[in-house]
């Protein structure tokens, strides 16, 4: 394992950021593979592993709990172990009502509301806020060296450390208090622009008949005396991200158009406390061989033209990646390190291809 991935992967806790379409995921895991090859026990939580990558892992894609992965024929002196799981939000998302709620009525109820069906799934940072929870979860129970976290997708790294305080902040809006208020709520000043917003969602209801209002006030109402617990673990959270222990990895590839998200990962990141251990430069291509000089006989001229033709768009491609890694290497703070991961010409399919991207990984 070369410097300085073995610097970073001595940490406690490795949070993989950045775009989607850079090969996170993978990266994820092939850091884990490393980590774990080197003697640690390691956890790797991936948020959406694609086919070929979850068979690769061994993961049972309907469990969201920790499965080992299997290191045998991987080489010799192994000696860690390694655990994979795919991170489920809603599953997360439950298990914090259980804990939370004050009665296994109130549970239930949030559990079957439709309200809260649907905002598990489908409101926007849920699946950021979960996997910070679950992370809280794997790192408070403890038995890992290391947690390798994926996360999901984003366009800056303030979307997912920010996911706490915004769904907090939706759980105590305005609007959401509007709608769950009473009756003595109602009557005691709130303004004719709040009636207006209620009377229109109560004739919604008599229209179709969805009671959207009723279900709305049941999931609100459910949480009453969850929030502190909420509020608790979101700054438990916080300082766990923030702590020495951990660091970040911003994982990007060499174009053009990545410069600026890394800008912004590295600025989202510092005003966040959040150390950066590393970027990651994904699929970079290899070098070019020089030319062998065949002999003017050996092929025919027509052949000659493409290949000259070949070799001289390669050599465009090459510079233009070239210039894009330099790039991103001035848009990050010194003595943050370059680590450059390459492309293997295909998709990765096995452990293997992951112990092989980590075996050339090189500084940059």
Do not use: W
Request: with cysteine; hydrophobic share 45%.
């Amino acid at each position: 394992m070369k410097p300085p991935v073995e610097s970073i992967l001595a940490k406690r806790l490795v949070i993989c950021v950045g775009p989607g379409g850079v090969g996170k995921t993978t990266s994820s895991a092939m850091l884990a593979l490393v980590a774990a090859g080197a003697g640690r026990a390691v956890d790797v939580m991936t948020i959406d592993p694609a086919p070929r990558l979850l068979d690769a892992l061994g993961l049972d894609a309907g469990s969201n709990q920790p499965q080992a992965v299997s290191l045998d024929g991987l080489g010799r002196g192994r000696r860690g172990r390694m655990r994979a799981m795919r991170m489920d939000p809603k599953h997360t998302f439950d298990r914090i009502i259980e804990r939370y709620a004050p009665s296994a009525a109130a549970r239930d109820a949030i559990l079957a509301n439709r309200i809260y069906r649907n905002l598990s799934q489908t409101l926007a940072g849920v699946a950021d806020y979960m996997a910070i929870e679950r992370l809280l979860e794997l790192h408070e129970q403890g038995g890992a060296d290391l947690i390798v976290l994926d996360t999901p997708p984003a366009a800056e790294a303030i979307d997912f450390l920010d996911a706490p305080r915004r769904l907090l902040e939706f759980l105590n809006s305005r609007a959401v208090t509007l709608l769950g208020a009473s009756g003595n709520m109602l009557r005691g000043g709130l303004s004719i622009v709040d009636f207006a917003a209620r009377a229109v969602l109560a004739a919604f209801d008599r229209v179709t008949g969805l009671h959207l209002l009723r279900d709305v006030q049941g999931f609100i109402r459910g949480f009453d005396g969850m929030y502190p617990g909420f509020v608790e673990r979101a700054a438990r959270a916080q300082a766990l991200l923030r702590d020495p222990s951990c660091t970040a990895i911003i994982v990007t590839t060499a174009e053009r158009e990545r410069i600026a998200q890394v800008s912004s990962f590295v600025e989202g990141l510092t005003a966040a406390g959040v150390a950066i251990g590393a970027v990651l430069v994904n699929r970079v291509s290899a070098e070019l061989p020089r030319p062998t000089g065949a002999r003017r006989g050996d092929i025919g001229p027509a052949l000659r033209r493409k290949l000259a033709a070949n070799l001289a768009d390669f050599r465009a491609l090459k510079r233009r990646e070239q210039g894009a890694l330099a790039a991103i290497r001035d848009a990050i703070p010194a003595g943050v390190p370059l680590i450059i991961a390459p492309e293997l010409g295909y998709e990765p399919r096995s452990l293997r291809d992951l112990t092989e991207i980590g075996r050339r990984l090189k500084p940059g």
